[in-house]
């Protein structure tokens, strides 16, 4: 006895909207990139210390951060280096002491740039700017030419 097999019919094809779904999408990618942070850069702010605002926009990448805060206290990567009310001098001699060893540690290729080491500033809004400028002379001095300012932005 034969048998005989029916032949199936091809199944149809189905229609899925999917709209809704690309919709979803898009308002995820775009919230993503709107929040995505290409910056290298985490940066752990010192005990009484107001930044400056700023409306720009540009990124840094990480260097070493020295910081002066309302008491004109001075850090370099959060560790505590010296306060200039105790006198000038002495500050900024500790200050350039504590350069030379974070030079020492940047790789060769940094180290020897034409235009010199990057280094980002994180004042308190308050500081006059002849601190910031014997700062950032010492800082040159010892080979930290590029400055990058950081200050607090509308995020």
Known sequence: MKRRFKRRKAPEALDIDITSLL?????????LLMNYNASDLK???VKQLEMADSESTRITHYAPVIQVNGDHTIFLDMKEISRMPAGEGP???????????????????????EEGALINLVFDRETDYNKIEKIMSTSAKVGFTQFKFIVRGEH
Request: proline share 3%; glycine share 0%; charged share 35%.
């Open 23 to 31: 919709d979803i999408l898009v308002i995820m990618l775009v919230f």
């Open 43 to 45: 940066l752990d702010v």
């Open 91 to 113: 500050a900024l001699a500790a200050l350039e002491q504590a350069l030379k060893v974070k030079h020492e540690e940047l790789p060769e290729k940094e180290r020897k740039a």
